[in-house]
C-alpha cells in the first residue's frame, strides 16, 4: 500500500436536531502521512479480517481461512480466542472490543439463517445468555466496564428488540424499555457512560435513532429538509452516522455528526460517517461511491484514505489511539485477505 502525504487540521426527553452545513472554524493543522501496515498471522493462515479496537493499540478480527477463530491483535502478537461455532469463517462477525480484551460479535451457525451473539470470557468463546426459544441475538459494542449491547428475535419472524447484558448481571438479558414499540430495534453501541445507541426500523425501511440510558430516550431528529436518521456509533457523548435528504435520487444520503452537547452537522463529501473516537475525529465513506474512506475532525474533512492500487479495502472503526483497522481483499472469496492497521504518523 503505497503511503499517502496528507494535511490534517421510560420517557423521551429533548430532540437533538441535525441542522444545515456549517462553517468550522480553522483547527490546528498537523501534516502526517497515513500508512498501513499488516497484522500477524499464524503460520499458514492466509485470510482474516481485522473489525473492532480496543482504542489503546489493539485489534481485534477473525481468522477465516477455513476456520472461523476469533482472534486479538496487540503488542505486534496474535492471540486466538478460539473457534466460533459458524458455517464457516464468513459466518463470524467481529463487532467490539474494550481495553481489556473482551471480545463481542456474532456468528452464523447455519446458512439458513438466524444469528447468535457471543462474548468471549478470558480466551474463550461463549454464547451471550438469551431466553429460551430465541431464533436470533447479535452482539454489537461493549463498553469497558463490559456492558454489551445488540439485539434478539424471539422467534421467527418477530421483529427484532433492542437488548442489554449488563457488565453487573453477567448472566442477564434486559431488553431496553422505552423506545417505540411496534418496529425493529437494534443497539448499534454503547458508550462508557453506559448510554445505548438505538436505531429504530419501520416497515416501510425507514429508520429512526434514539439514545437510551436508564429509560430515558432522546430522539436524533432530522432537518425538515431530510428523512431517516441512521446512527452507526457513539463515544464520549459524540454520534456518527448518516441522514437521508427528502426529495428523492440516487445521491441522497449524507454523513452527519453529532457533538456531545446535541449538536448536529452535516459532514463535507461523505454519504456516511461509520465510527468517531474519543477525540471526535470521525471516519466515513465518501459520496459518489468513490473508493477508499473520509476522516474528518473538528467537522473540517482533513484526510482522505484511497484503497490503494489493489484489491478492495473495508475499514474498522477508528480508536482512541486514531488507529484504523481495516483488510484489503484481493480477488474472490479463494483470495488474499490482509488484515492491517491504518495510522497517521
Not at 479480517?49 to 491483535?73: F, K, M, P, Q
Not at 502478537?77 to 459458524?86: D, N, S, T, W
Not at 441512521?230 to 452527519?256: E, F, K, Q, W, Y
Amino acid at each position: 500500500m503505497r503511503p499517502v502525504r496528507l494535511a490534517f487540521a421510560a420517557v423521551f426527553a429533548a430532540a437533538i436536531v441535525v441542522g444545515p452545513v456549517t462553517t468550522s472554524t480553522a483547527a490546528e493543522v498537523v501534516v502526517c502521512t497515513w500508512k498501513s501496515s499488516p497484522l500477524p498471522l499464524p503460520a499458514g493462515v492466509r485470510k482474516a479480517r481485522a473489525t473492532a479496537s480496543d482504542n489503546d493499540g489493539g485489534y481485534a478480527g477473525n481468522l477465516i481461512d477455513g476456520i472461523s477463530d476469533v482472534v486479538l491483535w496487540k503488542n505486534g502478537k496474535v492471540v486466538e480466542y478460539g473457534q466460533v461455532l459458524a458455517w464457516s469463517g464468513y459466518g463470524v462477525f467481529v463487532t467490539d472490543v474494550n481495553r481489556s480484551g473482551v471480545i463481542v460479535g456474532y456468528s452464523a451457525p447455519t446458512m439458513r439463517g438466524g444469528y447468535v451473539a457471543f462474548r468471549s470470557v478470558g480466551t474463550k468463546i461463549e454464547p451471550l445468555p438469551v431466553p429460551a426459544g430465541t431464533y436470533s441475538s447479535t452482539a454489537t459494542g461493549v463498553n469497558d466496564r463490559g456492558d454489551i449491547v445488540g439485539h434478539y428475535n424471539p422467534a421467527f419472524g418477530e421483529r427484532a428488540r433492542a437488548v442489554l447484558w449488563p457488565a453487573d448481571r453477567p448472566g442477564q438479558m434486559v431488553e431496553l424499555t422505552g423506545l417505540p414499540t411496534g418496529n425493529w430495534t437494534n443497539a448499534q453501541g454503547v458508550d462508557e457512560d453506559g448510554t445505548v445507541l438505538v436505531v429504530e426500523t419501520t416497515s416501510t425501511g425507514s429508520t429512526n435513532s434514539f439514545l437510551w440510558r436508564a429509560g430515558v430516550v432522546t430522539k436524533l431528529v432530522a432537518s425538515v429538509s431530510a428523512v431517516d436518521v441512521n446512527a452507526h456509533a457513539i463515544s464520549a457523548g459524540r454520534v456518527v452516522g448518516s441522514i437521508t435528504l427528502s426529495g428523492g435520487g440516487a445521491d441522497n444520503l449524507r454523513a452527519v455528526e453529532w457533538d456531545a452537547a446535541g449538536n448536529g452537522r452535516v459532514l463535507s463529501d461523505g454519504y456516511t460517517a461509520k465510527s468517531v473516537n474519543r477525540h471526535g475525529v470521525v471516519v466515513g465513506l465518501p459520496r459518489n461511491f468513490q473508493p477508499g474512506a473520509l476522516v474528518w475532525r473538528g467537522g473540517t474533512l482533513d484526510a482522505r484514505i484511497p484503497e490503494g492500487d489493489t484489491g478492495q479495502m473495508s475499514f474498522g472503526p477508528i480508536g482512541d489511539d486514531g488507529g484504523i483497522p481495516a483488510t484489503l481483499s484481493i480477488g474472490d472469496v479463494t483470495g488474499t485477505e490482509t488484515p492491517m492497521v491504518f495510522r497517521c504518523s
